[in-house]
């Protein structure tokens, strides 16, 4: 039978960065409007969402350009006429507060995150703790979220893959669709340059196998979690790149 699966991924916010913070070492001099997204993913009735929205903490608040808001992430939804208590689903890549904001608005939702997230975002690196939140790690840990250790099947051609590297508990939601896979990759993969360093078209060309982003907590976790990836014969979703477009679909 064929499946009636779709992506859709859509913007909740902005942040203007240098672009070597999600490209490690590679174009210092450029700037970026990032986006910030969300994933709606429909497999027949039921809904998924991947990542909570975006709310300028006090440490993005430094960065003038950071734009996020609840009304953003509804509004969103709603031009698909989605609201937050139809989402059935609600899969966390990671607790950054880019990816993680409004978690406690999904009141009928089950949540999917890490556990190993879960134990960083309580104690981060200092190089880590400006993008975690002690609200949204406290509105978690009075939910009844499914700590997750590793891999697993969500539901039918939906599989969360622990890619840990730019955090300890990231993860990737890899999405079966009609005649394809793609991977929605949070921070482990920010960027298509990321993925594809010889392309100049997406920034300098390297010869390296990928880029890592700059903020990582183990290079070797994320150079393994490529690898991982690699063997998903899917086409990866990145999490900021200006060249996805906010509506875009995948089906
Ligand atoms: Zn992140």
Known sequence: MQS???IRCLKVGEIKL????LTYGVDFDVRVTAPIFVYLIRSGRELTLVDAGFRPNRAARINNSARGTLQLL???LRRLSVEPDDIRNLVLTHLHTDHSAFIG???RARLFVQSKEVEFAR???PTQAPFYDSDILETLEKSDAELIDGDKKLSDGIRLIHTPGHTPGSQSVSVK???SEFVICGDTIPMYHNWYPSRRRFGTAVALPRIPPAIHSDLNEWFRSCQK???VSG????SHDPLLEDGAAFR
Not at 18 to 21: D, L, Q, S, V
Not at 235 to 238: A, L, S
């Open 4 to 6: 009636s699966r779709e």
């Open 229 to 231: 990836l690699d063997d």
């Open 177 to 179: 669709l009609d005649k």
């Open 18 to 21: 240098w672009k070597a913070e």
């Open 235 to 238: 086409t990866m979703i990145p």
């Open 123 to 125: 104690n981060p690196l």
């Open 105 to 107: 608005k999904f009141k």
């Open 74 to 76: 509804q509004s969103a």
